[in-house]
C-alpha cells in the first residue's frame, strides 16, 4: 500500500514538472521593438505600435529633427530603416528625406545624430539595414539656409566616412573620419570640414 501510494505520488510530481516544462516553452516570447536587429521569426502585423521617433532640438530651439522609424519588414526591428524629417517650432515639415527599402533590408538606419552649436546644421551618420559594407557610414548634412540635405562624402572629394562617430569644432565645423588611402580600411584619417564653407561649394541640387 505505501508503495503504491510513493509511486503514484512521484509520478503526480513528474506529470506536473513535465506540464511545467511545457508551459514555459510554450510561452510566446517576448518581441523585440528596437535595437536595429534582424529577427528569425517575423513578429505580429500589429506589434511594436508604440515606437517613438527620436527628436533633437536644435540648440536654439527654432528648429526639430525626427528620426522615424519606417518599420518596412516584420524580420526587422522597426528602427531597422530610418526616415528623417526637419520641421519648424510650428510643426511645418521643411524637408524629409526616406532611407528605407521596398522589402526593409536594403536601406539605411541612422546611428549618430546632432545639429552643430550654432543650430544651422543637422548631421547625422548611417548604417545599412542589410549589413552591407559594414565598415562604411554614410553621412548627410541638412543645411538650414540651403534647407537642403547633402552628403557629406560630397565635401571631402567622394571619400567615404569610416566612422559613424564625428563631433564639432566651433559654430558648423565638423570633424569626422574617412581612410588615408582608398581602400585602407584599418588606416583612418580625421577629416575637418567647415559645413558653410562646403555647401557654398557644392554644385545646384538636382532635387
Given at each position: 500500500m505505501r508503495c503504491d501510494m510513493a509511486l503514484s505520488m512521484l509520478l503526480s510530481v513528474s506529470t506536473f514538472g513535465l506540464a511545467s516544462m511545457t508551459f514555459a516553452t510554450d510561452a510566446p516570447a517576448q518581441v523585440a521593438c528596437s535595437g536595429h536587429k534582424l529577427l528569425p521569426i517575423p513578429r505580429p502585423e500589429s506589434s511594436c505600435g508604440d515606437v517613438k521617433p527620436q527628436i533633437y532640438p536644435s540648440p536654439d530651439g527654432a528648429l526639430r529633427a525626427l528620426v522615424l522609424p519606417v518599420d518596412v519588414s516584420l524580420y526587422a526591428t522597426p528602427d531597422?530603416?530610418?526616415r528623417v524629417v526637419i520641421r519648424t517650432g510650428n510643426s511645418d515639415t521643411l524637408i524629409s528625406k526616406?532611407?528605407?527599402?521596398p522589402r526593409g533590408a536594403n536601406g539605411y538606419y541612422v546611428v549618430n545624430a546632432k545639429w552643430s552649436p550654432d543650430s544651422q546644421f543637422f548631421v547625422y551618420s548611417m548604417s545599412s539595414s542589410g549589413g552591407h559594407s559594414?565598415?562604411?557610414f554614410p553621412?548627410?548634412?541638412y543645411s538650414r539656409q540651403k534647407n537642403r540635405i547633402a552628403g557629406f562624402s560630397d565635401m571631402i572629394h567622394g571619400g567615404p566616412t569610416v566612422s559613424?562617430?564625428?563631433?564639432f569644432a566651433g559654430p558648423h565645423t565638423l570633424i569626422a573620419s574617412t581612410w588615408r588611402q582608398p581602400g585602407s580600411l584599418d588606416d583612418?584619417?580625421?577629416?575637418?570640414v567647415d559645413l558653410e564653407e562646403a555647401f557654398a561649394k557644392l554644385p545646384p541640387s538636382s532635387d
Amino acid at each position: 500500500m505505501r508503495c503504491d501510494m510513493a509511486l503514484s505520488m512521484l509520478l503526480s510530481v513528474s506529470t506536473f514538472g513535465l506540464a511545467s516544462m511545457t508551459f514555459a516553452t510554450d510561452a510566446p516570447a517576448q518581441v523585440a521593438c528596437s535595437g536595429h536587429k534582424l529577427l528569425p521569426i517575423p513578429r505580429p502585423e500589429s506589434s511594436c505600435g508604440d515606437v517613438k521617433p527620436q527628436i533633437y532640438p536644435s540648440p536654439d530651439g527654432a528648429l526639430r529633427a525626427l528620426v522615424l522609424p519606417v518599420d518596412v519588414s516584420l524580420y526587422a526591428t522597426p528602427d531597422m530603416e530610418s526616415r528623417v524629417v526637419i520641421r519648424t517650432g510650428n510643426s511645418d515639415t521643411l524637408i524629409s528625406k526616406d532611407y528605407s527599402s521596398p522589402r526593409g533590408a536594403n536601406g539605411y538606419y541612422v546611428v549618430n545624430a546632432k545639429w552643430s552649436p550654432d543650430s544651422q546644421f543637422f548631421v547625422y551618420s548611417m548604417s545599412s539595414s542589410g549589413g552591407h559594407s559594414p565598415w562604411s557610414f554614410p553621412t548627410m548634412v541638412y543645411s538650414r539656409q540651403k534647407n537642403r540635405i547633402a552628403g557629406f562624402s560630397d565635401m571631402i572629394h567622394g571619400g567615404p566616412t569610416v566612422s559613424a562617430d564625428f563631433h564639432f569644432a566651433g559654430p558648423h565645423t565638423l570633424i569626422a573620419s574617412t581612410w588615408r588611402q582608398p581602400g585602407s580600411l584599418d588606416d583612418k584619417v580625421a577629416v575637418t570640414v567647415d559645413l558653410e564653407e562646403a555647401f557654398a561649394k557644392l554644385p545646384p541640387s538636382s532635387d
